[in-house]
C-alpha cells in the first residue's frame, strides 16, 4: 500500500545527515521507505524517530523482556499499559509503574525530577487509579563532589516539590551513591494508585467515529525530542541540548488528576493515556495500536501556547501535564464542560478512523501517513552480542579475602560507625524530611520507620507495603544473581513490614546496548529477575527501560530497580524495623557465611569493588518470607529488619538507633559463628536474613524452623543506655548510641550542609 | 487607550529575616565575592496592560501590588520602569 | 454540627479534613466548591491545606480572591468559627482574617516531620476542650511555614492570648531547636481577638488515629463540637 503525504513549504531535503541526525540508522530508514513506498516527509522523520528510539520501541530490550513471567491470578493488567494493576481483595486493586527521568535530571536536576514524577503520576491516574504514595529509587557519584551535591539538593527539591503540591504522599524509595553514576544519576520515579476493579480503563482508541481529544496544558517548543534523548549517551555535547528539558507545572497536574478522574467515571471516554515521552505522537500511535484501529490528526486544531508551530514540533513537544482522550462520539460537549470545572481546556483533534492508518494533517494537507496500525511493532527488533567484559570477571574473581584489614579495624565499632556514616547506609532523613508523607492520613508507616512503607486501605482493613530496591554494584559483579537479589530483598523488605510480597514493576537502568558487555549485563539481569519473580510468586506488571545511561568513563552500574508491592490483610499486623522494648529477644533468621564480596564494607572501608556477590538462594527466600509472614500475622513479632549494605551489625545498629526519638540499646552474642571472619560475620552481606525482635522467643523459632528457615537468639534488646554491645567468643565490644547516632543522622545533613553554601536552593512553596 | 509594559521590583520588607538572600550572599562570598554585604531575593512581573497614559498605568499596578502582588506584611515594592508596548 | 471545607483549586488536604469530620467525629461535613458563593448552612468553616492555586504568586495570595472566601470572610465577621490549616492558615492571613504572614521556611527547605506543639490558651473554637499547657504531637508538612509579624502585632497578640500554639522540645521549652520554620517566638498557630478564627501551621487531622501514629488533634476537633453546641 501507497501512502501519501506532502511535505510543507519550506522543509528540508531528506538526506542521509538529516536521518541520522534523527537517530534513524539506514536499516531502518530503509524499512520506513518500503513501508511508505516513497521517501518520507520530515514529519514522518520526526515521527518515526520518536517512535522507534528505545525509549518507545524498546528494541534492543523487549526479546529478553519476554523472558519474564507476567501472570498471576490476582494481576488484572500486565505490561503495556500505562501502569500494571492488581487486585488486592474487596473489589479493590492498585495500579503501580515505576519509570526513569535520568537524562534530564542529569541536566536540569529540579525540573528533570519533577517532570518525572508528574509523568509516572499520569501514568498511574489515567488507569483510573487515585495515586496514593509516590517512591523514588536514586543513585549519585559519591557525595564528595560539588556537582553531586548539587544534583542531590535539586533532585530532592524537585521531587518534594512536585509531589508535595499535587498532595500524594512520598512514603519510600532507596538511595544510593557510588563514582560509578558520577555524571548519570539515576532518578526513578514510582506511583501507586488505588481504583476499584469496575473502574480500570484501558489506553486503547476503539469506536470507528470518535472523537480525539487533547486535555490539559497547551502544547509548546518543550521538550521536543526527550525520548530520543533519553536514548542517546550523555555527553558534553548534549550538555548544550539543555532547552530540550521541560518545566513541570504541578498545580496543572492536580487539577488535570481530578479531572481525568471524573472523566473517566463519567462514562463518556473510552480511553486515555498521557502525553508522555514523543508527546501527541507516541500517546496517538500507541492507543491506535492497542486497538488496532486507524486515527487522524489535524494539527492545526491542538491547543498551543506558541505561535508559527510546525506539525513536527506539535507532535513532537513534550510539554508536560496534557492527556489524549478518545471519547464516545456525541459527548464531546460532556468532556468539555468536565474539565472546564477544572479551568482546563479540551480540543477535538482528531478521529478513530476505519481506514489502517496513521494520518497527521495540517488542515487539509497530509504531511504524514503510515500505512498499518503497528506503528511502534514495526519498528526493527536488534539482537546484540552479549559478551561479558573481561574487568567485570576479573572483579568478581578476586579473592577479596585477602584484602588485609586496616589497623583501626581492630577494633570492630569503629568500622561500624564508618559505615553507619556511608551516604548509602545512613539516614536519609536530610532528604525525605523534604517530602510530605503524610498527606491523605493514611501512611502507617512512613519513610524510615520500616523496611518498606505501609499504606493503609480506606474503609478496610487492609494496608499495602511498597519499596524499591536494587543493588547496581552486585549486578555489575554478577548479573544473573544482582538480578534475583534486587527482586529478593524488595519482597524481603516487604515482607518485614508483614506484607505478602504480589507484584513488581522494574525500572531497568543500563548502558549502551550496542556494547557486547552492556547487553550481557541486560540480558543475565533480566533472566535473574525472571527468576526471582517466578521463585517468589511475583510477576513483573510493567515497567520501563532507561538504556544509554553512561558518561565519558563508561556505562553506570547495570541497576534494575525493582518496585514491589505487598498486600497486609490487616493494617494492624504493620511492623516497623526498630526495636521497641526492653527485655525483647533479639533473633537471627537465616544464617551468616563467609560472604563479602560486592560489601558495602569493602567499597566504603576498602575503597574496592570485588568479588562474587553474595548467594542468592531462592528457595531459602521463599521460606524466610512465609516465616516472617507467620510469625507477624500471630502477633509475635515487635520490629523486623532485613540485613543488607553493611550486614548484620548495620541492621543490629539500626533496629537500635533508626527511631531518634526512642533508642534503645541491644546486647548481642555471636559466638555461634566464631569460625567465620569476623568482618564477614559483621559485615558481610550474605543474604536471606532478618533480625527479628520478640517477646516470645519460642514461638519464633517454632515457626521459623517449620518453614525450615535456620533461627537463632542471638541477644537481647537493653536501655539505650547500655549502647550496642557486640560479643563473639570472649571478646566484647560496645557502641554508645549517641556515637553510633551521630554517624547515622549526621552524615548526610553534614554533607549537605556544605552544599547550602555552595548553591541557592530554587522555590518551594508551602 | 495605549498598552504599556510595567516591571514590578517585590521585595523582602527591609530588616526582615530574609532567608533566600543571605543563602545567596554566603555562596557568593564562598565564590571569592568578598566585597558582597547584602542580598535580598524577590520577584520581578512584568506587566503588560492597557491604560489611557503612564501615569494612569502606574496607578493601577500601585492598586494591584496593594491588593494582590505585595504582601504590605512582608513585602515592599517598586515600580521599576513603565514603557509604550 | 455541620462542617464546610473549602476546595480550593490545589487544595490536598479537603478530603483529609472532611474524613476526619465524618469518620473520626461521626459529624456530617461538606464540600464547599471555591466558585460557589454558598456555605450550605455550614456553622464552622476548615480551610484546608495544599497549594491553593499553585501558590505561584505568594502562599495564600490568589484563594483569598475566590468567590467562596467572601462568603468565609462574611462568617467569620459575624462571629462564625473558621480554622485554617497549613496553607488555610496562610489564606486567613492574607484574606485578612488573621494578623501576620507565613514566609519561606528559615531553612529554605519544606519540613515534613512530626512536632510538638504547646496548647497556649483555651479560649478559642479549637482549643475549649484542651488543658492549657497541654502537649500535642502531629505532623508539619510546608516550605512557607515562618509566622512574622512586627512588633506591635507580636505584643498584642501575646497580650490578648491570641497566639494558640508554640512549637515546644522534649522538655516542654519553645527552643529555637524546636522550631522547625524560623516562626517568631515559635508561633505555630494564632487566633483572631475573639478565638472564633484559628490558624495553624500544623496538621491535626493527621493525627486521629492510633494507627496513623498519634491522636493529638482528636481534642482540637472536639473543641469545635462543644463550641458549636455551647
Keep these: ?766 | 487607550m495605549t498598552r504599556f509594559v510595567v516591571n514590578v521590583h517585590i521585595v523582602p520588607r527591609k530588616g526582615l529575616l530574609d532567608p533566600q538572600g543571605k543563602a545567596v550572599a554566603d555562596s557568593l562570598r564562598t565564590l571569592g565575592f568578598a566585597g558582597v554585604h547584602d542580598v535580598h531575593v524577590g520577584r520581578h512581573l512584568v506587566l503588560d496592560l492597557e491604560a489611557a497614559d503612564a501615569a494612569g498605568a502606574e496607578r493601577t499596578v500601585r492598586e494591584m501590588c496593594g491588593r494582590l502582588l505585595a504582601n504590605p506584611v512582608t513585602e515592599d515594592f517598586e515600580i521599576a520602569g513603565i514603557r509604550p508596548a | ?230
Design chain 3, 1 to 230: 454540627m455541620k462542617v464546610g471545607v473549602v476546595s480550593f483549586p490545589g487544595s490536598n488536604c479537603d478530603e483529609d479534613a472532611l474524613l476526619a469530620i465524618v469518620e473520626r467525629l461521626h459529624e456530617s461535613a461538606v464540600l464547599l466548591w471555591h466558585k460557589d458563593h454558598d456555605l450550605q448552612g455550614a456553622d464552622v468553616v476548615i480551610l484546608p491545606g495544599g497549594f491553593s492555586y499553585g501558590d505561584y504568586l505568594r502562599s495564600g495570595a490568589i484563594a483569598r480572591f475566590s468567590p467562596i472566601m467572601q462568603e468565609v470572610v462574611a462568617h467569620a465577621r459575624r462571629g462564625g468559627p473558621v480554622v485554617g490549616i497549613c496553607n488555610g492558615f496562610q489564606i486567613a492571613c492574607e484574606a485578612g482574617l488573621l494578623p501576620g504572614a507565613l514566609l519561606r521556611n528559615v531553612s529554605l527547605q519544606f519540613r515534613s516531620m512530626p512536632v510538638t506543639l504547646r496548647v497556649e490558651t483555651t479560649q478559642t473554637v479549637f482549643t475549649h476542650a484542651a488543658r492549657t499547657g497541654a502537649r500535642l504531637t502531629m505532623p508539619i508538612a510546608h516550605g512557607d511555614g515562618r509566622y512574622t509579624a512586627d512588633a506591635e502585632t507580636l505584643a498584642r497578640l501575646e497580650g490578648e492570648g491570641q497566639v494558640v500554639f508554640r512549637y515546644i522540645d522534649a522538655h516542654g521549652e519553645p527552643t529555637e531547636a524546636a522550631n522547625p520554620n524560623g516562626s517568631m517566638r515559635n508561633i505555630a498557630g494564632v487566633c483572631n481577638p475573639g478565638g472564633t478564627v484559628v490558624g495553624m501551621m500544623p496538621h491535626p487531622e493527621r493525627a486521629l488515629e492510633p494507627l496513623l501514629g498519634s491522636t493529638d488533634g482528636l481534642v482540637l476537633f472536639e473543641s469545635l463540637l462543644t463550641s458549636v453546641k455551647a
Design chain 1, 1 to 766: 500500500m501507497t501512502t501519501h503525504a506532502t511535505p510543507r513549504p519550506g522543509d528540508p531535503a531528506i538526506t542521509p545527515a538529516l536521518v541520522a541526525e534523527h537517530g534513524i540508522t539506514p536499516d531502518e530508514y530503509d524499512r520506513v521507505v518500503a513501508m511508505l513506498g516513497r521517501t518520507p516527509t520530515l514529519t514522518e522523520i520526526g515521527i518515526i524517530s520518536a517512535l522507534w528510539s528505545e525509549h518507545c520501541s524498546y528494541k534492543h530490550s523487549r526479546p529478553v523482556l519476554k523472558t519474564l513471567p507476567t501472570q498471576a491470578p490476582w494481576v488484572l493488567q500486565g505490561p503495556g499499559e500505562n501502569a500494571g494493576v492488581i487486585a488486592i481483595g474487596d473489589g479493590l486493586a492498585v495500579a503501580f509503574k515505576i519509570e526513569s527521568h535520568n537524562h534530564p535530571s542529569a541536566v536540569e536536576p529540579y525540573q528533570g525530577a519533577a517532570t518525572g514524577v508528574g509523568g509516572i503520576l499520569r501514568d498511574v491516574f489515567t488507569m483510573g487509579a487515585r495515586p496514593i504514595a509516590m517512591l523514588n529509587s536514586l543513585r549519585f557519584g559519591s557525595l564528595d563532589t560539588p556537582r553531586v551535591r548539587y544534583l542531590v539538593a535539586g533532585v530532592v527539591n524537585g521531587i518534594g516539590d512536585y509531589g508535595n503540591c499535587v498532595g500524594i504522599p512520598t512514603v519510600a524509595g532507596d538511595v544510593m551513591f557510588d563514582a560509578a553514576y558520577e555524571g548519570n544519576p539515576l532518578v526513578n520515579a514510582m506511583c501507586v494508585g488505588l481504583l476499584r476493579e469496575e473502574e480500570l480503563i484501558r489506553a486503547k482508541a476503539e469506536g470507528v467515529g470518535n472523537p480525539i481529544i487533547a486535555v490539559g496544558a497547551r502544547t509548546g517548543r518543550d521538550g521536543i525530542h526527550g525520548a530520543s534523548f533519553a536514548s542517546e549517551d550523555l555527553s558534553e555535547e548534549n550538555e548544550a541540548k539543555r532547552p530540550r528539558v521541560q518545566v513541570g507545572d504541578p498545580f496543572t497536574e492536580k487539577l488535570l488528576l481530578e479531572a481525568s478522574l471524573e472523566l473517566i467515571r463519567s462514562g463518556h471516554i473510552v480511553a486515555i493515556q498521557d502525553m508522555g515521552a514523543a508527546g501527541l505522537t507516541s500517546s496517538s500511535a500507541e492507543m491506535a495500536e492497542r486497538g488496532d484501529v486507524g486515527v487522524t490528526i489535524d494539527t492545526t486544531k491542538v491547543p498551543v501556547r506558541e505561535a508559527g508551530m510546525t506539525p513536527y514540533e506539535i507532535l513532537l513537544s513534550e510539554s508536560q501535564e496534557r492527556m489524549l482522550v478518545v471519547a464516545t462520539r456525541g459527548r464531546e460537549a460532556e468532556v468539555k464542560a468536565i474539565l472546564a470545572k477544572w479551568d482546563l481546556v479540551a480540543e477535538v483533534i482528531g478521529e478513530v478512523i476505519a481506514e489502517p492508518v496513521y494520518r497527521v494533517t495540517e488542515g487539509d494537507r497530509v504531511v504524514a501517513e503510515f500505512p498499518g496500525t503497528r506503528l511502534v511493532t514495526d519498528c526493527p527488533q536488534y539482537h546484540p552480542e552479549a559478551r561479558e567484559s573481561e574487568a567485570a570477571i576479573a572483579r568478581r574473581t578476586r579473592d577479596v579475602a585477602s584484602i588485609s584489614e586496616r589497623p583501626e579495624e581492630i577494633d570492630p565499632i569503629w568500622t561500624l560507625t564508618r559505615l553507619l556514616e556511608a551516604p548509602t547506609i545512613a539516614s536519609k532523613r536530610w532528604i525525605h524530611r523534604q517530602y510530605d508523607s503524610t498527606v491523605r492520613t493514611s501512611t502507617v508507616a512512613g519513610p524510615g520507620h520500616a523496611d518498606a512503607a505501609v499504606i493503609r486501605i480506606r474503609g478496610t482493613r487492609k494496608a499495602i507495603a511498597v519499596k524499591t530496591d536494587c543493588n547496581g554494584r552486585y549486578v555489575y559483579l554478577d548479573p544473573r544473581v544482582g538480578g534475583r537479589i534486587a527482586v529478593a530483598e524488595a519482597a524481603r523488605n516487604v515482607a518485614c513490614t508483614g506484607a505478602t510480597p504480589r507484584a513488581i514493576t522494574n525500572c531497568l537502568n543500563f548502558g549502551n546496548p550496542k556494547k557486547p558487555e552492556v547487553f550481557f549485563q541486560f540480558r543475565e539481569a533480566v533472566y535473574g529477575m525472571g527468576d526471582a519473580c517466578r521463585a517468589l510468586e511475583t510477576p513483573v506488571t510493567g515497567g520501563n527501560v532507561s538504556l544509554y545511561n553512561e558518561n565519558p568513563q563508561g556505562a553506570v552500574y547495570p541497576t534494575p530497580t525493582i518496585g514491589m508491592v505487598g498486600v497486609l490483610e490487616d493494617a494492624a499486623h504493620a511492623t516497623r524495623m526498630t526495636f521497641t522494648t526492653t527485655g525483647d529477644a533479639i533473633l537471627l533468621l537465616g544464617e551468616p557465611r563467609e560472604e563479602l564480596g560486592g560489601s558495602e564494607y569493602l567499597a566504603w572501608i576498602h575503597g574496592t569493588v570485588a568479588g562474587a556477590p553474595p548467594a542468592c538462594d531462592l528457595d531459602a527466600e521463599r521460606a524466610l518470607t512465609g516465616a516472617i509472614l507467620e510469625a507477624i500475622r500471630a502477633g509475635h513479632v515487635r520490629s523486623a529488619h532485613d540485613c543488607s549494605e553493611g550486614g548484620l551489625a548495620v541492621a543490629l545498629a539500626e533496629s537500635c538507633i533508626a527511631d531518634e526519638t526512642s533508642p534503645l540499646g541491644a546486647e548481642i552474642d555471636l559466638s555461634s559463628w566464631a569460625t567465620l571472619s569476623r568482618r564477614a560475620l559483621l559485615f558481610g552481606e550474605t543474604q536471606g536474613r532478618i533480625v527479628v525482635s520478640t517477646a516470645d522467643a519460642d514461638a519464633v523459632t517454632a515457626i521459623a524452623t517449620r518453614h525450615g528457615v535456620p533461627v537463632r537468639r542471638i541477644g537481647t534488646v537493653r536501655p539505650a543506655a547500655d549502647g550496642l554491645s557486640l560479643q563473639i567468643g570472649t571478646t566484647r565490644w560496645t557502641a554508645p548510641l549517641d556515637q553510633l547516632a551521630d554517624a547515622y543522622h549526621g552524615a548526610i545533613p553534614r554533607a549537605m550542609s556544605r552544599a547550602a553554601a555552595e548553591s541557592v536552593v530554587a522555590e518551594g512553596a508551602a
